[in-house]
């Protein structure tokens, strides 16, 4: 099976839509929430999955919202729609297996069960 139907494979995004549902979070720029999502897909999947698999499917702009510092001052947080969620879920629960496991021992940013902590704590071990 080709990469891009494994990505878009239903039995993928029921497990994708799943995690993007109990994950929660605030709406996009669209202003589509997780609770409207299923109602979202029945009715835009076909065009959407179509644009995916021509590759011209674009996400859309997040939504900038500024959170306060614990210090002080606020951070920029870019929140994206949560159809573009399901679609970056879906294409990451399908390329982890492949190039995770060709990724260094000792890298820890952004890795499925590893943290910052892991990596603090591994330096303190070398140390």
Same mark, same amino acid.
């Given at each position: 099976?080709?990469?891009?139907? +494994?990505?878009?494979?239903?039995?993928?995004?029921?497990?994708?839509?799943?995690?993007?549902?109990?994950?929660?979070?605030?709406?996009?720029?669209d202003g589509i929430s997780t609770d409207q999502l299923r109602d979202y897909?029945?009715?835009?999947?076909?065009?959407? #999955?179509?644009?995916?698999?021509?590759?011209?499917? #674009?996400?859309?702009?997040?939504?900038?919202?500024?959170?306060?510092?614990?210090?002080?001052?606020? +951070?920029?947080?870019?929140?994206?729609?949560?159809?573009?969620?399901?679609?970056?879920?879906?294409?990451?629960?399908?390329?982890?297996?492949?190039?995770?496991?060709?990724?260094?021992?000792?890298?820890?940013?952004?890795?499925?069960? +590893?943290?910052?902590?892991?990596?603090? #704590?591994?330096?303190? +071990?070398?140390?």
């Amino acid at each position: 099976m080709v990469l891009s139907e +494994r990505i878009l494979a239903r039995d993928n995004l029921i497990t994708v839509l799943k995690r993007v549902e109990a994950n929660r979070g605030a709406p996009g720029i669209d202003g589509i929430s997780t609770d409207q999502l299923r109602d979202y897909i029945r009715t835009h999947w076909s065009s959407i #999955r179509a644009q995916l698999l021509e590759g011209t499917y #674009r996400l859309a702009p997040v939504r900038r919202v500024e959170i306060p510092k614990p210090g002080g001052g606020t +951070r920029q947080l870019g929140i994206p729609t949560v159809m573009d969620r399901l679609i970056q879920q879906a294409i990451l629960q399908e390329l982890t297996p492949i190039f995770d496991p060709d990724f260094s021992p000792h890298s820890f940013g952004f890795r499925p069960g +590893r943290s910052a902590h892991d990596a603090v #704590r591994q330096a303190q +071990r070398y140390i």
